[in-house]
């Protein structure tokens, strides 16, 4: 239970971060810098990699058919192989994806920094509103 408090009150904060915190481009700023670079780490160890993702891949795809409720696994098992396979036998692969996956399709700030209001008062509402519900819950 003071699990779900917690979620919620992050909740309540950052819907009224939305609400309150103005057209700053600080928090954007913060969040788009690059931690670390791992193509070079990565490459050297891409053989590893490869072998344990297509283990990885099968070991799911096995769960997937002895188990029907956890059908799920089959499409990650299969999309887990598919990277192992890059890994192992396309190398280039992880460079040229790092490269398309620096170009900024679009910038997710513009859409949320037009909707901020918005976002913060279902987020505030909906989190005061579950903790309304969670306290009257408590006192049956």
């Given at each position: 239970m003071g699990w779900i408090i917690a979620a919620i009150m992050i909740v309540l904060v950052v819907g009224l971060g939305l609400l309150f915190i103005g057209r700053s481009q600080a928090p954007a700023w913060a969040l788009d810098q690059t931690i670390a670079y791992i193509d070079e780490k990565i490459s050297s160890v891409r053989v590893v990699a490869g072998i344990v993702l297509v283990i990885i891949g099968g070991w799911f795809i096995s769960i997937a058919f002895n188990y029907a409720a956890l059908w799920y696994f089959l499409p990650v098992g299969l999309i887990v192989i598919f990277f192992g396979l890059l890994y192992l036998f396309?190398?280039?692969?992880?460079?040229?994806?790092?490269?398309?996956?620096?170009?900024?399709?679009?910038?997710?700030?513009?859409?949320?920094?037009?909707?901020?209001?918005?976002i913060g008062i279902v987020l505030a509402v909906a989190a005061a509103g579950y903790i309304i519900y969670f306290t009257l819950l408590a006192k049956r």
């Open positions: 396309l190398p280039g692969w992880l460079p040229l994806l790092s490269k398309i996956a620096d170009q900024n399709v679009f910038s997710a700030d513009e859409y949320v920094y037009a909707a901020r209001k918005m």
